[in-house]
């Protein structure tokens, strides 16, 4: 009888708190921290605003608005490399945040100068650029980012943490594009998956999830129909980076998803 009692008696309290009015959201508020560079804080989707140049159209606002109730802290910052996080972000974070998402690396390796390189130069100097990178990728960004992503577990450690990547710039199956030359093209795309790699790498090393926007992205890159890309723009830094569509149709449900599995 008491072995049976007692769980009647645990079940029954706990009806009994719900019903007296104890908050629903309580045990699943969510508290999100939003972090990273210009693909986080939405350079390209439009109404960039302030100096870190965060848009209203950036997936993490988009995923706030999307989830009524959610407290939201939009840290993230245009130009910002591992470092940068580490300096002026994290102090975002704490022990109640519960979610945290994170674009990063990109500026490690030397993004814009890539860029400029590949669209002022020649073919060879952009492969040579590209390769540049690639070897800062393979060799001194997974310490950097290993770094910074502990560091946000020691902020936030009872967060659910969603590192996301870069997508591809170009559809390389495309029979027409107008621009750099392929061989550019296949350059760039190359030293994205590599970098993508890297990120997933230190991503499940530090026991976080790894959100890939390359598969979201899959024919809507530069040389489709409806790209969700910019190619080079005026002003230049829109260059490279997601549209508003990329933000909420690309890089949005690759958060959603990973926030899902994750029950947030």
């Known amino acids: 009888m008491l ?4 769980p009647t008696l645990a079940a029954g309290l706990t009806a009994a708190l719900i019903g007296v009015g104890m908050p629903a959201q309580a045990a699943s508020a969510v508290n999100y ?8 804080s939405g350079v390209g989707a439009g109404g960039a605003t302030g100096s870190c140049a965060q848009s209203p159209h950036a997936y993490p606002v988009l995923w706030a608005a999307a989830n009524p109730g959610v407290s939201f802290t ?10 940068d996080v580490i300096k002026n972000q994290l102090s975002s974070l704490s022990s109640s945040t519960t ?6 690396g990109g500026n490690d390796v030397g993004f814009s100068s890539i860029m400029q390189t590949c669209v002022l130069d020649s073919t060879s100097a952009c492969e040579s650029a590209v390769a540049a990178a690639e070897k800062i990728a393979t060799t001194t960004l997974p310490g950097q ?3 910074v992503l502990a560091d946000v577990r020691v902020h936030a450690p009872n967060a659910t943490v969603v590192v996301l990547d ?3 710039f170009y559809d390389l199956g495309a029979w027409f594009c107008i621009g750099l030359s392929s061989a550019d093209h296949q350059a760039l795309d190359n030293g994205i998956d590599i970098l993508d790699g890297v990120i997933k790498k230190a991503a499940v090393a530090n026991g976080d999830a790894f959100a890939d926007a390359r598969s979201a992205f899959s ?5 489709d129909w409806g790209a969700w890309l910019h190619s080079v723009t005026w002003p230049i830094g829109n260059s490279y980076h997601p549209t508003a569509a990329g933000q ?6 690759v958060l959603s998803a990973a926030a899902s599995r994750a029950g947030l």
């Open 166 to 168: 870069y997508p591809d």
């Open 145 to 147: 980012l290993n770094t």
């Open 248 to 253: 909420q149709d690309g890089y949005l449900p």
């Open 219 to 223: 024919g809507h890159e530069l040389c």
């Open 3 to 6: 072995a049976f009692g007692v």
């Open 33 to 40: 921290v939003a972090l990273g560079d210009s693909y986080s």
């Open 99 to 104: 979610l945290v998402s994170i674009t990063i």
């Open 74 to 83: 939009f840290a993230a910052c245009s130009g910002a490399r591992t470092t």
